[in-house]
């Protein structure tokens, strides 16, 4: 690796780190919320990470367009949260959404819903693990997988564990800040290579194309993969906790909304660098592997220092995303886990300090799984994770927060263990559309049932 590079990364991480470092320092014992810029960076720092990069840029390589979807799907999401969900969020009263359904459902929905949805979360802590590795295979290639991940394990609890809430939120401004230059920068560049938006897409039109892939569709992988992952992304934002809990945690619900709101109208234009990379690199280098796409774009076309800065960003931006899940895994686990069986850690500074015990067990039990092959595996089922998600949670979550006090709670905790189940099965018999509609299909289904049964008993 050149020393510019390699200084590159270096400045980038610990900029990085030592913002983590300064805004948890300075938010200690502070009680005051967040603002809205501070919540959009919790949003953007957990959402934006190696799907909306390196992932995007490796499905632009086969897809072109299609790709859009892990970003476009992301500011979709938000608007959704920012437009009907920020008000019944926090206003219901709960701290976790386990919470809220345990609040209209009883302890066995809550307990049902809360494994469900940690095991979810974890599949895509795992995966974010195993990414943040193979950006640091790219910067140091003998280092090997077991360092890799032990390095990655390390940043994602420095990431938040020193910082705090705080400063998970003041990070994820300063990198989508990086990221912007880094992707928005690689596609300039691209545009620039090819003369510009008539010259790139003459090119794509002269790419080798057997399989006759139409790359600037959004629905190039057909409209049943292709709005199944956008709606993946949707139901997994408004199921996952370190979501909610950044609209929790704003001192307003003005803050809260306005800074979904900016997630939702910054999040896309970043998928756009990592298409534009993609399908250059597609054209230059058929015979590439996909997934390093936009590293060796990086490696081969920026100079130096800034493509040093691009890489430590992309590995801050993986790192970012699974510390912020392990967070949000860490306070369900405080709030509808452990504060279940013992009120021994009542008090903010011990729910606090367990907190983050959590979270180093969370990564550091994840880094373990993924030095074996059960890690490979694990990841070629990361894409159900959301879906395992949305399917346990969200049917009763809405239930809850929209329609509390109509539901009968058998049909809830029904919802909350079929809807996953069928998500699985769906997987294993190989429906020609994504399983995760079959699930959140079977999940509304039961709860409406639910809704019937307990009118009926209203009216007896």
Request: glycine content about 16%; hydrophobic content about 55%; some cysteine.
């Amino acid at each position: 690796m050149e020393l510019s590079v390699l200084i590159g990364v270096l400045v980038t991480v610990a900029l990085i780190l030592g913002l983590s470092v300064y805004s948890g320092a300075r938010g200690k014992g502070g009680g005051q919320g967040s603002g809205a810029a501070v919540t959009a960076g919790i949003i953007m720092g957990t959402l934006v990470g190696g799907s909306s990069t390196v992932g995007t840029a490796q499905l632009a390589y086969n897809y072109g367009m299609s790709a859009w979807w892990f970003t476009l799907g992301g500011g979709i999401s938000c608007l959704v949260l920012a437009l009907g969900f920020v008000g019944p969020l926090r206003h219901n009263g709960g701290r976790t959404l386990i919470g809220m359904v345990e609040k209209e459902f009883g302890p066995t929905a809550g307990i049902s819903a809360s494994l469900l949805n940690t095991l979810g979360t974890f599949i895509n802590v795992i995966s974010q693990m195993l990414a943040a590795s193979a950006v640091l295979a790219v910067l140091f290639p003998n280092l090997g997988l077991a360092w890799e991940l032990l390095i990655s394990t390390v940043f994602m609890i420095l990431y938040v564990v020193i910082g705090g809430r705080r400063g998970a939120g003041l990070v994820g401004i300063l990198k989508l800040v990086l990221l912007y230059i880094a992707m928005i920068g690689s596609g300039v560049i691209v545009l620039h290579m090819t003369g510009g938006i008539g010259g790139f897409t003459a090119m794509v039109k002269g790419i080798d194309n057997p399989e006759g892939v139409n790359f600037f569709s959004l629905f190039a992988r057909g409209a049943g993969t292709d709005l199944g992952a956008g709606v993946s992304l949707l139901l997994g934002v408004l199921t996952t906790q370190t979501y909610a809990q950044a609209v929790l945690s704003s001192r307003s619900d003005a803050a809260a909304r306005t800074g979904a709101l900016l997630s939702t109208f910054l999040i896309p234009p970043i998928g756009i660098g990592g298409i534009l990379v993609g399908l250059f690199m597609r054209a230059n280098y058929p015979g590439l592997a996909a997934k390093t796409a936009l590293t060796t774009f990086v490696t081969r076309y920026m100079p130096g220092a800034l493509g040093g800065v691009v890489l430590g960003t992309l590995f801050i931006a993986v790192v970012g995303t699974g510390a912020g899940l392990a967070l949000g895994m860490s306070f369900v686990l405080n709030e509808d886990i452990l504060n279940r069986f013992t009120d021994k850690f009542q008090g903010a500074q011990k729910q606090r300090l367990m907190g983050r015990v959590w979270m180093v067990l969370v990564l550091a039990l994840a880094c373990v799984l993924s030095m074996g092959p059960l890690g490979d595996t694990i990841l070629s089922f990361a894409f159900m994770s959301m879906g395992l998600r949305a399917a346990a949670v969200f049917a009763c979550l809405c239930a809850a927060l929209f329609f509390p006090g109509r539901v009968d709670r058998k049909w809830a905790v029904a919802s909350i263990i079929a809807g996953p189940c069928a998500v699985l099965a769906g997987r294993l018999v190989g429906l020609p559309f994504d399983s995760l509609f079959l699930g959140i299909a079977v999940g509304i289904v039961l709860v409406l049932i639910g809704a019937a049964a307990h009118r009926r008993k209203r009216s007896a």
